[in-house]
């Protein structure tokens, strides 16, 4: 069974200072990764993706998340935080079985950019 | 482009109720999940329905069950309401059933009394 851990529950940061997020997966086959963003009182908000292809993925409003087979996790980075990244950070892994989509996500990471 | 729609936005029902809450994709996917995110918790997978078929089903019981129509809208349908269905319930819009993200909708609150 697939599965994704997220060990913060939240992350502080100073606004201007680098940002990371953890996550790490479990799954029989290869992983489908992906970062998600909610706003409070909003839904799901798509970030980036990893499927194949280079180890380091960029996506939406400056972040990038890096894959680490051997590790396997999926890190979510920014070079430098802004107040309004301030958000719940969800991480989640897909596998492919028979082409349909079930997407296991993680309890998500709370993170607060301190200006 | 209109994004993911989802109606109502809140909902409150009684114990042992039934609610249905609707699910308008993003226009061209074709394409519908449905998850269940608890206060404090990640999404659950409830289902997926593509071609009008339900392809996927997380582990939920047979009181959750849904429809896609022709024009790819969904809904999602709970019978014998319990206190433990109160959630915000999602609804995801894709294309295909590749590679694509998930489009999320705004959500539906549910509180069941």
């Known amino acids: 069974a697939q599965s994704v851990a997220q060990p913060e529950d939240q992350v502080n940061v100073a606004e201007g200072n680098p940002l990371t997020v953890k996550c790490t997966y479990s799954?029989?086959?290869?992983?489908?990764l992906f970062w998600y963003v909610q706003y409070p009182n909003r839904g799901l908000q798509f970030l980036l993706k990893?499927?194949?292809?280079?180890?380091l993925v960029k996506g939406s409003y400056g972040f990038e998340a890096e894959f680490n087979k051997s590790q396997t996790s999926f890190h979510l980075k920014k070079p430098s935080a802004l107040v309004s990244d301030s958000a719940l950070y969800f991480c989640?892994?897909?596998?492919?079985?028979?082409?349909?989509?079930?997407?296991?996500f993680g309890t998500g990471t709370k993170l607060q950019v301190i200006p | 482009d209109a994004g993911v729609t989802q109606s109502p936005t809140h909902l409150i029902k009684t114990r042992g109720q039934q609610v249905t809450l609707r699910c308008s994709p993003k226009?061209?996917?074709?394409?519908v999940s449905w998850y269940q995110q608890a206060l404090g918790q990640g999404p659950q997978f409830i289902f997926q329905?593509?071609?009008?078929?339900?392809?996927q089903r997380g582990n939920f019981p047979d009181r959750f069950s849904g429809h896609q129509y022709p024009n790819y809208s969904s809904e999602l349908n709970v019978n014998a309401l319990l206190l433990g269905d109160s959630a915000l319930y999602l609804c995801?819009?894709?294309?295909?059933?590749?590679?694509?993200?998930?489009?999320f909708g705004p959500g539906t609150r549910l509180t069941v009394t």
């Open positions: 995801a819009s894709s294309l295909g059933t590749g590679d694509s993200e998930q489009y």
């Open positions: 799954v029989s086959g290869n992983p489908y």
């Open positions: 990893y499927i194949t292809g280079d180890n």
């Open positions: 989640a892994v897909r596998e492919n079985p028979g082409g349909y989509q079930k997407v296991t």
């Open positions: 226009s061209g996917h074709d394409t």
């Open positions: 329905y593509y071609e009008e078929e339900e392809r």
